[in-house]
C-alpha cells in the first residue's frame, strides 16, 4: 500500500510539472528567433534565410494538449513539427504527407 501511495503521489507531481512547465506560443516564437541562419557573406543567402524564417514565423501552427504542446511551421517546401515538453521544444522532423 506503502508503494502504491508514493508512486500516485509521484505520478501526481510529475503531472503537475508538466503542466506548469508546457512551452507556450511565445517560447515558441523566441526559439524562432534562435534559430541561427547560415553565416554568409553572400547577399542573396542572406536575403533566402531571412525570408524562410519570415515564412515559418507567419505559417505557424500551435496547437495546446495541456501537458505537451505541438508546432508546426513551413519552410520552403518542408513542414516541419516541433514537440514542447517540460519547457524545452524538441524537434520532431518532417511532417509526412497523407
Do not use: C
Not at 26 to 39: D, K, M
Not at 53 to 60: E, P, T
Not at 67 to 87: D, M, N, P
Request: hydrophobic content about 50%.
Amino acid at each position: 500500500m506503502k508503494k502504491f501511495v508514493i508512486l500516485t503521489l509521484v505520478l501526481v507531481l510529475l503531472l503537475g510539472v508538466a503542466l506548469a512547465t508546457r512551452p507556450d506560443r511565445a517560447s515558441f516564437e523566441r526559439r524562432l528567433g534562435t534559430i541561427e541562419a547560415p553565416a554568409s557573406d553572400d547577399l542573396a543567402a542572406r536575403a533566402s534565410a531571412a525570408l524562410l524564417h519570415l515564412q515559418a514565423g507567419l505559417s505557424m501552427e500551435y496547437a495546446d494538449h495541456n501537458l505537451w504542446a505541438v508546432a508546426e511551421i513551413s519552410q520552403g517546401s518542408r513542414r516541419l513539427r516541433y514537440l514542447g515538453v517540460f519547457g524545452v521544444w524538441i524537434p520532431l522532423g518532417e511532417v509526412r504527407e497523407r
